[in-house]
């Protein structure tokens, strides 16, 4: 069955980036994109965007361009997300979810941004 | 960017009662809605896509209707486990989520 498992929390200094990883399973991991959704306490979900299947076209959100970037290793059936120049408001859980095989989760990823 | 607004904002039921959540596009998302679920400490699980279509595995207690910017998730009886947060999200243009209906017990 498909599984998917990211990294653990982070603590990061507002300035600083942080990369977070997510290990899937289960399925032939070059066929699928790999979403990635950021949640902030309280807050709604919010889409960051999408790293494509095989070819590694990507598409971010208008509101983190520039500063996100989503990278995936085939070898590792691996994808990343890599947020920089942390501000104290990108404190959030971070998602990867494989929705076009269906409805699959990571666990999330809390990122903390404090000084 | 397209804005989803929900009501109510908390909604107090009964279990074994109907439960009736809305949605409004700020324009029109066709039918391209999808609801989800989320416990806390949990990610958001697919209920329904396509506005009408029940995700794998989801009860037939659950239900979605709607189009253009008017959409409606309706419980039909509420089991234990269905007191949770409720989101929807429309992806006609990227993806954006409303802000929640908070389903507690009365």
Redesign the interface.
Do not use: K, N
């Given at each position: 069955q498909v599984q998917v498992v990211q990294s653990g929390a982070e603590v990061k200094k507002p300035g600083a980036s942080v990369k977070v990883s997510c290990k899937s399973s289960g399925y032939t991991f070059t066929s699928q994109a790999v979403h990635w959704?950021r949640q902030a306490p309280g807050q709604?979900?919010?889409?960051m965007g999408w790293i494509s299947d095989g070819n590694t076209n990507t598409k971010y959100?208008p509101k983190f361009q520039g500063r996100v970037t989503f990278t995936r290793d085939t070898s590792a059936s691996t994808g990343y997300m890599e947020l920089s120049s942390l501000r104290f408001e990108d404190t959030a859980v971070y998602?990867c979810?494989i929705?076009d095989l269906?409805?699959y989760?990571?666990?999330?990823t809390l990122v903390t941004v404090s000084s | 960017e397209i804005v989803m607004t929900q009501s109510p904002a908390t909604l107090s039921v009964s279990p074994g009662e109907r439960a009736t959540l809305s949605c409004r596009a700020s324009q029109s998302v066709s039918g391209n809605l999808a609801w989800?679920q989320?416990k806390p400490g949990q990610?958001?699980?697919?209920l329904i896509d396509g506005a009408s279509t029940r995700?794998?595995g989801i009860p037939a207690r659950f239900s979605g209707s709607g189009s253009g910017t008017e959409f409606t998730l309706t419980i039909s009886s509420l089991q234990p486990e269905d007191f949770a947060v409720y989101?929807c999200?429309q992806y006609n243009n990227?993806?954006?989520?409303?802000?929640?209906t908070k389903l507690e017990i009365k």
């Open positions: 959704v709604r979900p919010e889409w959100s998602f979810a929705i269906g409805d989760w990571g666990q999330g | 989800y989320q990610a958001p699980r697919l995700a794998s989101y999200q990227w993806r954006t989520f409303g802000q929640g």
